[in-house]
């Protein structure tokens, strides 16, 4: 397919928010790199296409000036607060200003320190378990109740937050996911998303104060640290906060929810995993490369770049599609099948190169002690409808809410029957 040949394909149509794949599966067959005047740019489905562009090709991540020239001007000023916050993002960012704040991040989430989150994890989802068991035995939504708070709570002690302030971390995170979900610009969810950034800079803000006074063992003493030595900047501190609330806590909690309705709908295989811990490792990758959290990556080619023939050219946005390469069979042997056991696995779930995610090891973590404790403490689990709803964005995929039933047992049921 020569260079600037659009192909026939719609990924904004609103079946791909439901269920992308079978689209994925026809792209794939068809033409898996091609150009889409319905958004202006390219989009790459292919698994080396998408292994290539996120690694080796002249690519920025820099994007959040594109496409504001065409914005009326009062929109510009309105969302400019908003554009200014992303800009500090290391996500998306290029060297070396990314290599910078990556290594105050990759510090903040560095094995040892990830591992000594694990009992404070363990206790989280047990406590959220418990909670939920009283209010409501036997039911239970899996999103609401137990996969959107926890990475919340995780976050909250990691950053420094008071506990009790995760339900702001919840709203301030929802309301930017929101506006990242946007197909059309919505004037209330842009407002949201203004009114949760200011509200989570100046909260931020107060305990990088308290925290110059008075350091702690956590993640907002270590950046004022590191902005005393002149490391780092304070708007890059509030900016990195809402980074991390954002993408810790969307992708954590889209795992969690993906993998468990995986599972849900294999119910042999989660009797399986359920009786031989020794596959949860292996199980877990297999449930970020069957239901990728985040779906999409986009760049801008820097020069031309040049694959199987094709010309993309310089200036030009390219759409990848990392839930598509993790569905390519051409990498992945009968990629619609779950195989607990597949090996290897090298899905891009947390993606590749050098943005691969700073918080896959801790969102790993809590998929494998969630997931663990769910199939431990919760016998009889299934599904209570069998149609979910989805959000609406084709960047993250994950769900709105997930209902399930259960029947606690032994010595669950005696400890945490209604009083």
């Not at 290539?52 to 510009?76: C, E, F, H, I, W």
């Not at 916050?85 to 094995?111: I, M, Q, Y």
């Not at 919340?152 to 309301?175: F, P």
């Not at 947390?350 to 404790?373: N, V």
Request: hydrophobic letters at 40%; glycine letters at 6%.
């Amino acid at each position: 397919m020569p260079s600037g040949l659009v192909a026939k394909h719609d990924l904004t149509a609103p079946e791909v928010y439901v269920d992308p794949y079978p689209v994925y599966e026809r792209v794939l067959a068809d033409s898996p790199l091609f150009r889409s005047e319905q958004v202006d740019g390219w989009y790459a489905l292919r698994y080396r296409h998408v292994r290539y562009l996120l690694k080796d090709a002249p690519v920025s991540s820099r994007l959040t000036s594109v496409g504001m020239s065409k914005l009326p001007a009062s929109l510009q000023g309105m969302i400019g607060p908003l554009l200014e916050n992303f800009s500090k993002w290391c996500v998306l960012l290029d060297p070396p200003e990314h290599t910078r704040l990556r290594g105050l991040l990759n510090r903040a989430f560095s094995a040892n320190l990830i591992n000594k989150l694990t009992v404070d994890i363990d206790l989280a989802v047990n406590e959220l378990l418990n909670k939920a068991i009283r209010t409501k035995p036997g039911e239970l939504d899996l999103v609401q109740d137990f996969a959107h708070p926890l990475p919340l709570i995780v976050l909250g002690r990691m950053i420094g937050v008071e506990e009790g302030d995760e339900e702001k971390l919840k709203i301030w995170s929802d309301a930017i996911a929101r506006f990242f979900g946007l197909r059309y610009l919505n004037l209330d969810m842009i407002r949201a998303a203004l009114t949760s950034l200011d509200e989570a800079y100046s909260h931020f803000g107060r305990i990088c104060d308290k925290r110059r006074q008075h350091p702690q063992n956590d993640l907002l003493s270590a950046f004022v640290h590191a902005q005393a030595s002149g490391a780092v900047e304070q708007a890059e501190i509030l900016a990195m906060c809402t980074l991390l609330i954002f993408a810790g806590h969307e992708t954590t909690t889209n795992f969690i929810a993906n993998g468990m309705l995986t599972l849900l709908t294999h119910p042999k295989d989660m009797e399986r995993l359920r009786n031989t811990p020794a596959l949860m490792d292996s199980a877990l990758e297999e449930l970020l490369r069957y239901e990728s959290p985040l779906q999409r990556a986009t760049r801008l080619a820097l020069e031309d770049i040049h694959i199987d023939n094709i010309c993309i050219p310089k200036g030009d946005r390219i759409f990848i599609i990392l839930g598509a390469a993790n569905r390519d069979p051409e990498m992945f042997a009968q990629p619609n099948v779950v195989n607990l056991e597949r090996d290897p696995n090298p899905h891009l779930a947390f993606g590749f190169g050098r943005h691969f995610c700073s918080g896959a090891a801790l969102s790993r973590l809590e998929g494998k002690i969630g997931i663990e404790t769910l199939l431990r403490r919760l016998p009889g689990i299934h599904l209570k409808a069998t149609q979910q709803e989805w959000h609406n964005s084709f960047m993250l995929r994950g769900l709105r809410s997930l209902p399930v039933s259960f029947w606690p047992t032994g010595a669950w049921a005696s400890a945490l029957a209604p009083e």
